[in-house]
Nanobody, 114 residues
């Protein structure tokens, strides 16, 4: 059974940093690309970062240059380093994998506020 468990969210001031983690199980992690999505209040869930099996990355313009996605196949974990956080980054953050179907974690809240 696929499980994705996010952690690392919290409250941070504008300009601050957070590092999110997503521990995966139930599939061969190294064989699948991983993604991060987020959903702000009143908005649709949006894809903003992804990493391939080979480590290639892709970002939405809104986070490019500030966020970094990475993976550790030995730990079955994908990470999201978020720097220079802005008020508009406030959202619930989800990791995701497409393994026969789309799977999501439970999400972790990131709140950027002064």
């Amino acid at each position: 059974q696929v499980q994705l468990v996010e952690s690392g969210g919290g409250l941070v001031q504008p300009g601050g940093s957070l590092r999110l983690s997503c521990a995966a199980s139930g599939f061969t992690f190294s064989d699948y690309g991983m993604s991060w999505y987020r959903q702000a209040p009143g908005k649709e869930r949006e894809l903003f970062a992804r990493i391939s099996t080979g480590g290639s990355t892709d970002y939405a313009d809104s986070v490019k240059g500030r966020f970094t996605i990475s993976r550790d196949n030995a730990k079955n974990t994908v990470y999201l380093q978020m720097n220079s956080l802005k008020l508009e980054d406030t959202a619930v953050y989800y990791c995701s994998v497409y393994y026969r179907a789309r799977y999501w974690g439970q999400g972790t809240q990131v709140t950027v506020s002064s």
